[in-house]
Nanobody
Framework: QVQVVESGGGLVQPGGSLRLSCSVSGTIWNLYAMGWYRQAPGKQRELVAIESGGEPHYEDPVKGRFTMTRDRAKNTISLQMDSLKPEDTAVYYC????????????WGQGTQVTVSS
């Protein structure tokens, strides 16, 4: 089984920064991709950033403000979030795709990020 655990959420003022971390453990064969998603109240879960071997891809709302890094040796990823806005408030989820073509998907439990003054 694969376990995915996020950490690092919290409350921050607009313009502030937070760093999220995600670790993956268990029986892993070919960790195809790792990424971050978020879900705001009343909205669908959306992609934030994803990396599958090359440079990370960022969705437009976070481009230039968020930075994702991946440690392949440790099977961890982090998400540095700068210049946070109230609209970044959401539960952030780590997702990993495992398998030859990433056919199996695993999610973490989510971590709350609240941007408010």
């Amino acid at each position: 089984q694969v376990q995915v655990v996020e950490s690092g959420g919290g409350l921050v003022q607009p313009g502030g920064s937070l760093r999220l971390s995600c670790s993956v453990s268990g029986t892993i064969w070919n960790l195809y991709a790792m990424g971050w998603y978020r879900q705001a109240p009343g909205k669908q879960r959306e992609l934030v950033a994803i990396e599958s071997g090359g440079e990370p891809h960022y969705e437009d709302p976070v481009k230039g403000r968020f930075t994702m890094t991946r440690d392949r040796a440790k099977n961890t990823i982090s998400l540095q979030m700068d210049s946070l806005k109230p609209e970044d408030t959401a539960v952030y989820y780590c997702n990993v795709l495992v398998g030859l073509a990433g056919e199996r998907s695993y999610w973490g439990q989510g971590t709350q990020v609240t941007v408010s003054s």
